[in-house]
C-alpha cells in the first residue's frame, strides 16, 4: 500500500519545521483582519461578493483577498447555474417532444420531431446504403 504518496497532500498543511519566506506583502495586519471580517463574509454571499472585491483593494487587504475567492465562486455558481438550466429546459422539450410522439402515435399519424426528425432520416439512409 502507498500511504505515503496518498497522505502526500497533507504535508501542505502539516508544519515541517522550516518556515518558509514570507514576503511582507503576503502579511496581513490583524487590525485588517478584524476591520474587514464583516466585508469579508459579503464575498461569499452570491452579488454581494463584488463589494469586497472592489471596496477591499481600496481599503482593506484582508477583504480584498476573500473578495477575488468569492468573485470566482461567484462566476463557478452562475456556470453551474445556467448548465444546470440548460439540461433542465432540453429535458423538458424532450419530454414534450415525447408525449406529442405519443397522441400522434395514438391517432395514428406520423410525425417528426423538429431537428431530431432529420437526424432520423439521415441514419435511415446510411443504414440502407449498408445494405446494398
Known sequence: MRTKDTLGFLKDFVSSGRSKKVSTD???????????????????????????????????????????QGVLLFLFEVIALLGALFWKAALFLASVAALVGIIYVIQGRKWQVPIIGGLADRLESNNGQEEE
Open 26 to 68: 503576503d502579511v496581513i495586519s490583524s487590525d485588517d483582519v478584524e476591520e474587514g471580517k464583516a466585508m469579508a463574509i459579503f464575498a461569499y454571499l452570491p452579488i454581494l461578493c463584488f463589494v469586497p472585491f472592489i471596496q477591499g483593494k481600496k481599503t482593506n487587504r484582508f477583504a480584498y483577498e476573500h473578495g477575488k
